[in-house]
């Protein structure tokens, strides 16, 4: 989408001006006010158990992203002052050098049948091979919209100090195509559990979808000129910050969150599993035995800041909540993105933008002056 010049900055825009703005930039013919009402009280009672109400959060609009050469206005669902300001701000600093540049994987996902009781796991995981296309056949029986395009076996040594025993894994391997995918996965891994455990004799326990998505990385960099940062100094301060965040676990937890804040905003706005991509996102950043940022940054050689950041992220933008909650559709349609890897990119660059403002902040003025400085409006675009 192109976003078209402002006469007004979006904040001093009235809702209704706003609304006009999204309505033009996205190209919007629906009607964005019945997107916006709250949820009928029957459809959440639906979606949950033992409902009694709605609980909302605030949407709003992050403005100046260009990622991979296109403009985006990116919608945010957060309940936090200054995150969409900063974010914002970090954003038009950005487009300076170029905005973001990303890259997804595949949505290749993990489903896995947990085997215990085996006398001989070697032998048990040759014969699972050795049935791997009827496996897999079955599999695919069970998904439209899914593929089972591999299955890989594990054998496990059990650490836990209730001593288990040794147990074997067989994994498929799963493309989610354009969904998140963790029902189709969850069928596909209960389908083919008792043929698992006649092949093997053994006794199939669990048999779930990974959230640990590995296979299905993105990656997101950008460069943030020095002058717009605030001059070299503030340049070295970020990489002092920096350099405590990747060497200090208590540093790192509160690095990560500001991450999230922006992640989760976005995630949430568009109906993905937050509490997934968490999880995942935290599991990555102790990949090496030691809990680190997410986020990378140094200085050029003309001494800007270059950021990066890879995490796990698994998304969707079909099925789930997304076929239900008419917020999360409109949020989608804002964004008009086409496909869950671009989702998963934009989500990136907005968690790289986020840690970003984050830390100039606390490298310079401080969080909570930068929070008030951003909140009274000065820097949002």
């Known amino acids: 989408m192109t976003v078209m010049a402002e006469r007004k900055k979006f904040y001093e825009m009235s809702r209704e001006e706003r609304l006009d703005y999204v309505r033009k930039a996205a190209r919007l ?63 038009k600093i950005s487009k300076v050098k170029g905005g973001f540049t990303a890259e997804a994987d595949d949505p290749l996902m993990i489903g896995q049948v947990q085997v215990v009781g085996l006398g001989k796991i070697k032998h048990a995981a040759a014969k699972i091979l050795s049935n ?152 990555y950043a102790a990949r090496d035995s030691t809990y680190r940022s997410l986020t990378s940054w140094r200085r050029t050689k003309e001494g800007d800041l270059a950021g990066r950041i890879e995490l796990p992220l698994a998304v969707g933008v079909v099925g789930g909540v997304v076929n239900v909650h008419p917020a999360a559709k409109f949020a989608l349609q804002i964004l008009g993105v086409k496909s869950a890897k671009e989702l998963a990119m934009v989500i990136a660059a907005t968690g790289l933008a986020q840690n970003l403002a984050a830390i100039r902040a606390l490298s310079s003025e401080g969080i909570q002056a930068g929070h008030m400085r951003l909140h009274t409006r000065k820097f949002s675009k």
């Open 29 to 91: 013919s629906d009607d964005i006010e019945a997107m916006l009402r709250p949820l009928p009280f029957e459809d959440a009672n639906r979606m949950i158990e033992n409902a009694i109400g709605i609980m909302s959060i605030p949407m709003g609009i992050a403005t100046n992203f260009v990622i991979n050469d296109r403009e985006y206005v990116i919608p945010m669902a957060i309940e936090e002052p200054s995150v969409i300001a900063a974010v914002s701000k970090a954003a």
């Open 132 to 283: 791997k296309r009827q496996l897999l056949a079955i599999a695919n029986s069970k998904s439209r919209s899914v593929v089972a395009v591999d299955l890989q076996v594990r054998q496990l040594r059990d650490k836990s100090p209730n001593k288990m025993g040794n147990m074997l894994l067989v994994e498929l391997i799963i493309d989610a195509k354009d969904a998140m995918g963790a029902n189709a996965i969850n069928t596909m891994c209960e389908a083919i559990a008792p043929h698992v455990a006649e092949i093997t004799g053994g006794e199939v326990v669990l048999k779930i979808l990974s959230n640990y998505a590995t296979r299905r990385m993105v990656r997101c960099k950008a460069t943030f000129d020095k002058e717009e940062l605030g001059g070299s100094q503030v340049v070295k301060r970020i990489l002092y910050a920096y350099a405590l965040a990747y060497s200090d676990i208590y540093r790192a937890v509160t690095h990560n969150k500001g991450v999230m804040n922006g992640i989760d905003a976005v995630a949430l706005a568009t109906g993905q599993d937050f509490r997934a991509i968490e999880a995942s996102a935290h599991a």
